[in-house]
């Protein structure tokens, strides 16, 4: 049985910083692509980041470029998004993924991916 479980996410406000993580069971994540995803209600699910499965390629959506950095740890099948310099539009719910298939750019799309996890959101404090 395959599950990812995201946490970290919470409160925050615009130039806050926040890390995420998603921890893999159920498979054999050093062999697995890694990638964060976002939607906001009404959008489309965006892309945030990706990573390869040795961690050796690092990809990011146009939108979080030099702010957020993606990271990997295969002995304790983890990934994380460190979240810096946050904007008010960093604040939907953010979903951890895995696909298998080799690195290519399709890593950006969200169809490409065989598991998700259930999302942790990041919400604008009032």
């Known amino acids: 049985q395959v599950q990812l479980v995201e946490s970290g996410g919470g409160l925050v406000q615009a130039g806050d910083s926040l890390r995420l993580s998603c921890e893999a069971s159920?498979?054999?994540?050093?062999?697995?692509?890694m990638g964060w995803f976002r939607q906001a209600p009404e959008k489309e699910r965006e892309f945030v980041a990706a990573?390869?499965?040795?961690?050796?390629?690092?990809v990011y959506g146009d939108c979080v470029k030099g702010r957020f950095t993606i990271s990997r740890d295969n002995a304790k099948n983890t990934v994380l998004l460190q979240m810096n310099s946050l904007k008010f539009e960093d604040t939907p719910v953010y979903y951890c993924?895995?696909?298998?298939?080799?690195?290519?750019?399709?890593?950006?799309?969200?169809?490409?991916?065989?598991?998700w996890g259930q999302g942790t959101p990041v919400t604008a404090s009032s």
């Open positions: 990573i390869s499965s040795g961690g050796g390629v690092r």
């Open positions: 159920g498979l054999t994540f050093s062999i697995y692509t």
């Open positions: 993924a895995t696909r298998r298939a080799r690195w290519s750019e399709s890593v950006k799309t969200s169809l490409q991916y065989d598991y």
